[in-house]
């Protein structure tokens, strides 16, 4: 069966330090990968999307980026974060047409 | 661009009362649409989902039908209870070009005993 592993759960870090989420899936090939944020009291918000190795899509602005070394690694990245970076992140999956996303547990930065 | 459109909360019920959380949605073509749940802390799950007109997804004592003639999915349950507390997200997915989820912004009902 298909899993998605996000890490870490939890993560606290100073204001202009980097930042690196990994997520990766397991049981599935070339499926699309998605990050989303979601600020508190806030819905959810797609910053990237992957539909196979090297492809990355940005939906918004703003000073994240994503990579995707891998058929089933996506890799959320800061050069520098800012307190507004503070939020929810959540990796997801799908494959196919017109099917489901599947997401992972979440990761919670603060940025202080 | 897709986009969908959910009513704003929080919604507060009392233990078995009936819940109505409404969605619409604007998208081309012939979209799935879906039903997430996110408790406390936690990821998102999928509730339930409908990939054509007139289906209707149920899940856990939950329902929605897929209206496309009022582009609604519209999320019910009879009786709710305490551990139905929880944001509710409806989703699309588009059926054209990257097929991206689309989320509305979450709908977070409490229920009291």
């Known amino acids: 069966s298909q899993t998605i592993h996000q890490w870490p759960a939890t993560l606290v870090q100073p204001v202009g330090s980097p930042l690196s989420l990994e997520c990766t899936v397991e049981g599935t090939s070339n499926p699309n990968l998605y990050w989303y944020r979601q600020a508190a009291g806030r819905g959810l918000q797609l910053l990237f999307y992957?539909?196979?190795?090297?492809?990355i899509s940005s939906e918004v602005p703003q000073n994240l980026s994503a990579s995707r070394p891998q058929d089933r690694q996506f890799i959320l990245s800061s050069k520098k974060l800012l307190l507004s970076d503070s939020g929810f992140y959540l990796c997801?999956?799908?494959?196919?047409?017109?099917?489901?996303?599947?997401f992972g547990q979440g990761t919670r930065l603060t940025v202080v | 661009g897709d986009s969908v459109t959910q009513m704003e909360g929080p919604v507060t019920l009392s233990e078995e009362a009936f819940l109505t959380i409404n969605c619409t949605y604007t998208a081309t073509g012939y979209p799935s649409l879906f039903w997430y749940v996110q408790y406390p802390g936690e990821g998102l799950q999928l509730l339930l989902k409908a990939t054509k007109a007139d289906d209707k997804g149920s899940n856990k004592g939950f329902e929605a039908t897929y209206r496309k003639e009022t582009t609604s999915f519209h999320l019910e349950k009879g009786s709710v209870q305490v551990s139905d507390s929880a944001v509710y997200f409806c989703a699309l997915r588009g059926s054209g070009g990257y097929q991206k989820v689309t989320f509305g912004t979450g709908t977070k009902l409490q229920v009291i005993p």
């Open positions: 992957s539909v196979g190795i090297g492809q």
């Open positions: 997801a999956w799908s494959v196919g047409p017109l099917t489901e996303a599947f």
